[in-house]
Nanobody, 119 residues
């Protein structure tokens, strides 16, 4: 388990952009983002491996969101462009040994940051 601290959420209008950041204390391999709205299950958004050479995105955000990481700063970023009202959610940072383990007991979670997209 590692400690994760997210930042960068906020209120933005449709079509706008936000960048989320997540700083991790500890060693990790895969980092990623999930999101959750009240009454629904937490859903996968994007993930990136240690080198940054492998990225995975949910279909709903492909072409609009970009995940990246700076290992020197122990930070992963989620650049969100062309935001839609349906992107409104609490966004959670996740770190795990592998993508398959992100939602397992081996995954670590941040406290979440609210993203609200208004029409």
């Amino acid at each position: 388990q590692v400690q994760l601290v997210e930042s960068g959420g906020g209120l933005v209008q449709t079509g706008g952009s936000l960048r989320l950041s997540c700083t991790v204390a500890g060693s990790t391999y895969v980092m990623g983002w999930f999101r959750q709205v009240p009454g629904k299950e937490r859903e996968f958004v994007a993930a990136i491996n240690w080198s940054g050479g492998t990225t995975v995105y949910a279909d709903s955000v492909k072409g609009r969101f970009t995940i990246s990481r700076d290992n020197a700063k122990n930070t992963v970023y989620l650049q969100m462009n062309s935001l839609r009202t349906e992107d409104t959610a609490v966004y959670y940072c996740n770190a795990a040994p592998s993508i398959a383990q992100m939602t397992s007991a081996f995954g670590s979670w941040g406290q979440g940051t609210q993203v609200t997209v208004s029409s």
